[in-house]
């Protein structure tokens, strides 16, 4: 199986969501999702990493997710081509789960579970108690809030006058108020306070009995988080704004976290997300999946809450589910009395609706280029004039193999003349021979 063509999908409303569909040569369309300045996006996956694995074997997931990073860390990681990986890894696994014949999650190692909590986000200022009554009868025992989060603007997140304080924790005790602890409540902060406010806000809410703390102020400095997490009883929670196992790993092993809230879309894709729960795993930490976003995203943290046993609770948006979703996904995500179970279809589970296609605001993108590049973006390719003969016969095996199949090497040259500029990302090399053969200087061919 080859990967043909990359095709990505945007639409005008919302505008901020793109897919991204891998087609393969047996008819296979894995599907995959982000979310945030997607003509960005949009770019980052054709002008980058499609080159990379159009022609390629899209069952070799890790291999792809190693090449597209490794093009993008030279230039530092994360941002649009982060959320490209991403939404391409998880095409690629839904590939393979198709083909399999097997949802996503069987694939990381099977269930430990068929169906996981889900909390609300998302609260109106007035009327927070009577929206808790209805999350319970809906079958929802969590919600999620960020009532703080614009008095922040006047100071700058660096004062907070009890009074106004007082005033923007109305929406908290009104749901204690109108259901007691029959719901719990975690609280957002958007990362606007600095820590002496984040420590003023926590210790006021703690009789609140708050479910975490999310990102009261930015997730910038681990010690100072440790330091906000010593001061309160609430646990502190960090979130989307952290991507890939490298970002979070500090602020897990120093205990400044004790829940993680990855961003699968954003943070490196299911590969990654698995990965991250992981570690998190072995310091006794759960993970709680962001998701404010589309409705792939939800497919396929669903697959990663039934692989993890350290999986707490996932994040939904009503109003998007039982919205704007139904537009653009068939099936929904099976979010049922307040559970999302686990998806039956292969793959991730959903596709794009044929109407998608049909919008008169629809944009999509195709690529089809296959590029190989010497060393599949290694750093430091100047030109091969320093290989030994032997080395060079062990490079052009490698690069045949990360080619996945599609033997070049012997297209390559180190001779001179060749223009080091070739490949995508600009200064990343790539030789292509111009005859037949070259000679090494020694007699010797390359």
């Not at 929206?131 to 009532?147: F, H, N, R, S, Y």
């Not at 989307?240 to 500090?250: A, G």
């Amino acid at each position: 199986m080859k990967i043909t063509h990359i095709e990505t999908v945007r639409v005008s409303d919302p505008a901020d969501v793109i897919w991204v569909r891998v087609h393969t040569d047996t008819g296979l369309i894995g599907l995959g999702e982000t979310w945030y300045a997607s003509k960005t996006v949009e770019s980052a996956v054709h002008d980058h990493f499609a080159p990379l694995v159009v022609g390629r074997d899209p069952f070799a997931i890790e291999r792809h997710w190693l090449n597209m990073f490794r093009l993008s860390d030279h230039a530092g990681y994360g941002g649009a081509e982060l959320r490209a990986i991403s939404a391409i890894d998880m095409a690629l696994w839904d590939i393979k789960g198709q083909a399999a014949g097997v949802p996503v999650y069987e694939l990381l190692g099977g269930a430990v579970r068929k169906k996981i909590r889900v909390y609300a986000t998302g609260a109106p200022f007035e009327g927070c108690g009577d929206l808790a009554k209805e999350l319970i009868d809906d079958g929802i025992t969590a919600m999620k809030m960020g009532p703080t989060i614009t008095v922040a603007t006047p100071s700058e997140g660096q004062y907070l006058a009890p009074k106004e304080l007082d005033h923007v924790l109305k929406p908290f005790r009104d749901v204690r108020d109108a259901v007691g602890d029959d719901i719990k409540i975690a609280n957002d902060g958007h990362g606007k306070w600095s820590l002496p406010v984040a420590i003023q806000i926590a210790k006021e809410m703690e009789p609140l009995d708050i479910m975490w703390q999310e990102d009261l102020m930015p997730l910038l400095n681990p010690e100072a988080l440790r330091q906000l997490q010593d001061s309160t009883s609430s646990p502190v929670c960090i979130s989307e704004r952290l991507l890939t196992r490298w970002q979070l790993r500090e602020f897990i092993e120093n205990g400044a976290a004790q829940i993680v809230m990855p961003d699968l879309i954003w943070t490196g894709g299911i590969s990654e997300t698995h990965r991250i729960a992981v570690m998190a795993s072995a310091h006794q930490v759960p993970v709680a999946p962001h998701d404010a976003t589309g409705p792939v995203n939800i497919f396929a943290c669903a697959h990663i809450c039934m692989n993890s046993p350290n999986a707490m609770i996932m994040e939904h948006v009503r109003p998007y589910l039982y919205g704007w979703y139904g537009e653009f996904v068939d099936p929904l995500p099976p979010i049922e009395n307040g559970w999302l179970h686990a998806p039956q279809n292969p793959g991730i589970g959903t596709r794009l609706r044929p109407e998608v296609f049909e919008r008169p605001d629809v944009m999509i993108r195709v690529s089809d280029e296959s590029v190989m590049i010497m060393g599949m973006n290694d750093e430091g390719w100047d030109r091969a004039d320093n290989f030994s003969n032997e080395i060079w016969g062990e490079m052009e095996e490698i690069i045949d193999f990360r080619s996945q199949g599609s033997p070049i090497s012997e297209r390559l040259t180190r001779g001179e003349g060749d223009s080091p500029t070739g490949g995508p990302g600009g200064g990343v090399a790539t030789w292509f021979k111009d005859d037949e053969s070259s000679d090494d200087g020694e007699g010797g061919q390359r």
